[in-house]
């Protein structure tokens, strides 16, 4: 085997790769539906002017707010990113942005939720600047999750080997608090469950926003 045609077997992603992949994926694509539920909700209140059931609003706040926090992040910062710096140099930089932004999605978030609470006693004058933020932190996550998915994963299939991947695939695959030993992942997929019924359509099985 040439020296190129070795290079090029050595990206081939294994069995426990792909697995490990799709789970993070697959939470990514969580995420990803309840901001655009989100973006979808507030930008109805902010031209309609009528405000969303809150408790939707609420429900879907929780979730971007404890997935990542307590399950998403810690994983990809003790597996994922610690594996790829352990092996290569080349994404510190990358890395070291995306571990700041775990820390100022959490910032966000918890900005978006003062905001919920002001706009319930606000009312009407409150819809605009709350979806701005909405707005403000779709991009902002939808690009850090870019970021993972376009130069981090494809970095980290070059650059992990079998048991990097295996270790990676059981921490996302478990998803329980190493503190409280709950089954967290189980908890949030009641909740995505709750905001998927009570989202109003088309986002949702709920009634439509007249
Ligand atoms: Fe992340
Ligand atoms: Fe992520």
Do not use: C
């Not at 932004?101 to 978006?112: T, Y």
């Not at 993972?148 to 494809?154: A, D, G």
């Not at 998803?175 to 949030?188: A, I, Q, R």
């Amino acid at each position: 085997m040439n020296s190129t045609a070795a290079a090029t077997s050595t990206v081939q992603p294994s069995h426990a790769a792909r697995d490990a992949v799709r789970l993070i994926r697959d939470e990514h694509s969580r995420l990803a539906a309840v901001i655009h539920g989100m973006l979808h909700l507030t930008r109805q209140m902010a031209k309609t002017k009528v405000a969303p059931d809150l408790k939707v609003l609420r429900a879907m706040l929780f979730y971007i707010s404890e997935y990542p926090e307590r399950l998403h992040h810690p994983k990809e910062d003790q597996f994922l990113f610690a594996r790829l710096r352990d092996r290569t140099h080349d994404f510190d930089g990358a890395l070291d942005k995306l571990e700041a932004q775990h820390a100022q999605g959490e910032a966000l978030v918890h900005k978006l939720e003062h905001m919920l609470i002001r706009l319930e006693f606000a009312g009407e004058q409150a819809y605009v600047p709350f979806m701005e933020m909405v707005e403000q932190y779709a991009e902002f996550y939808f690009g850090h999750m870019r970021v993972e998915e376009e130069t981090i994963i494809p970095g980290a299939e070059q650059q992990l080997d079998q048991a990097d991947w295996a270790a990676i695939g059981n921490a996302f695959a478990a998803n329980t608090d190493p503190l409280e030993k709950k089954d967290l992942k189980g908890d949030f997929e009641r909740l995505f469950t709750l905001i998927v019924n009570i989202a109003p359509a088309p986002i949702g099985l709920g009634d439509p926003v007249s």
